[in-house]
């Protein structure tokens, strides 16, 4: 089992859908939680940080974690064409980060 | 959010010879940097961990003596592509762990540099 999971799509969805995007994580150690957004040919950005269970809310944006299950979420409300790229979750403990593949989201106009 | 600072951006070569990769940060001091390389459509490989001041961490299978890091100081790692070949051509990625203040612990990325080598 990898130690962490996503689904990688590709997730086409009509513009002003929500967006739900997934992971799921097998180290109970890790305690922080991120969402990176990579265009095409960029590095990634950072867009959400969080630690431990919880919800962040940041615009349009959502970061759900659950530890108990492993599993955290980012919602992305009113989704935009701009908001098309590939979602990446990476979670650490203490020094070592570890990413998911990523999931490549399409929001069609 | 913090900036990172990759360069070049895009760099084509001959078969053979070197090239180096820059990665900066601009506005706060990193002790650890990493870099990665990325295929078409995948995920990020991270390919070694670089201290500032101590040699770098390679993951398994990566070549030291064919990808050459050097983290010199708190704001800059280099990675250089010796004897490059047409199958080191991907993007590489770096990214830089804040070691002090507000932007401690998190990671924050180059804008990555693709290297096509012919």
């Known amino acids: 089992q990898k130690e962490v999971e996503q689904d990688p799509g590709p997730l086409s969805v009509p513009e002003g859908a929500i967006v739900s995007l997934n992971c799921t994580y097998s180290?109970?150690?890790?305690?922080?939680f991120m969402w990176y957004r990579q265009y095409s040919r960029k590095g990634p950005e950072l867009l959400m940080y969080t630690y431990s269970s919880g919800n962040k809310e940041d615009g349009r944006f959502t970061a759900q974690v659950d530890k108990s299950s492993k599993y955290i979420s980012l919602f992305i409300r009113d989704s935009q064409p701009s908001d098309s790229a590939t979602y990446l979750c990476a979670m650490r403990d203490g020094q070592n980060f570890v990413f998911g593949p990523g999931t490549r989201l399409s929001v069609l106009p | 959010g913090a900036v990172v600072s990759q360069h070049p951006s895009w760099v084509i070569c001959k078969s053979g010879t070197s090239v180096k990769i820059e990665c900066r940060s601009l506005d706060f001091q990193a002790t650890t940097m990493f870099w990665y390389r990325q295929f078409p459509k995948q995920s990020l490989m991270l390919m070694a961990t670089?201290?500032?001041?101590?040699?770098?961490?390679?993951e398994q299978g990566v070549e030291k003596d064919k990808f050459l890091i050097n983290h010199a100081s708190l704001t800059l790692s280099t990675l250089t592509v010796t004897s490059a070949h047409p199958e080191d051509s991907s993007f590489y990625i770096c990214?830089?762990?804040?070691?002090?203040?507000?932007?401690?612990?998190?990671?924050?990325f180059g804008e990555g540099s693709r290297l096509t080598v012919l």
């Open positions: 670089s201290n500032e001041g101590s040699k770098a961490t390679y």
């Open positions: 180290n109970s150690a890790f305690q922080y």
């Open positions: 990214s830089a762990r804040g070691s002090s203040g507000r932007n401690h612990g998190e990671l924050f």
